[in-house]
């Protein structure tokens, strides 16, 4: 039973270009949340997606997007890339279920330097 | 917006002591949960607390969620060089967790 996977692990970009980061939920899972970690800082709440479509978002901009295919993979676009992007940005999935309480399962992340 | 706060930042022990990590949030929780991230690692996830004053164990670890619902605690007994790493609380409804900055335990053998 595979966990949640993440691609590319690691990756240098420069300023003011695109990112894409991809992430496969663990097996069973349909909800993929992404979040930013600086170093130092706690995670971070970029947005949720369930059947395919943005469900919560948390404080970033719209430079941040995503998307959720059909086999509930899901990736996460950044634009015009600034130097304060640079983080670990970790994929979580979850099973929505009925009590709504997600618990989260983490990706080990895409570590993006933005030089 | 809700606030999760976590005290101590950082906290040093010697194998054996115990450790405890201290948790806020700025409104009522519906759960808490409780994640590990060991050094270059990812969050794992620990436990989640619901109930109103409900307390928890694993092993030498035991969780607490506050009678009012903000707050939850984390404890330690006796460390292990195996419990190095970040402990990080996180609350929210269904959708948006939001997290704390971490308690970063390390324990000198």
């Known amino acids: 039973d595979a966990g949640v996977t993440q691609s590319p692990t690691h990756l240098i970009k420069t300023r003011g270009q695109q990112v894409t980061l991809r992430c496969s939920p663990k097996s069973g899972h349909d909800t993929v949340s992404w979040y930013q970690q600086a170093l130092g800082q706690g995670p971070q709440f970029i947005f949720q997606?369930?059947?395919?479509?943005?469900?919560q978002r948390g404080n970033f901009p719209d430079r941040f997007s995503g998307h959720q295919f059909p086999n509930y993979s899901s990736e996460l676009n950044v634009n015009a890339l600034l130097l304060g992007d640079s983080a670990l940005y970790l994929c979580?999935?979850?099973?929505?279920?009925?009590?709504?309480?997600?618990?989260?399962?983490f990706g080990a992340g895409s570590r993006l330097t933005v030089l | 917006g809700q606030q999760v706060m976590q005290i101590p930042q950082y906290q040093h022990v010697q194998e054996g002591e115990d450790f405890t990590t201290y948790c806020n949030s700025s409104t009522t929780l519906s759960n808490i949960q409780w994640y590990k991230q060991r050094p270059g690692g990812h969050p794992v996830f620990l436990i989640q607390l619901v109930k109103s004053g409900e307390v928890k164990k694993q092993k030498r670890l035991t969780f607490q969620f506050g009678e009012a619902k903000k707050n939850s605690s984390l404890h330690i007994t006796a460390t292990q060089t195996t419990d190095v790493g970040t402990y990080f609380c996180a609350g929210g409804d269904t959708g948006k967790l939001i997290f704390g900055q971490g308690t970063t335990l390390q324990v000198k053998p």
């Open positions: 979580a999935s979850s099973f929505r279920g009925i009590s709504g309480a997600n618990v989260l399962t």
């Open positions: 997606y369930y059947e395919e479509e943005e469900r």
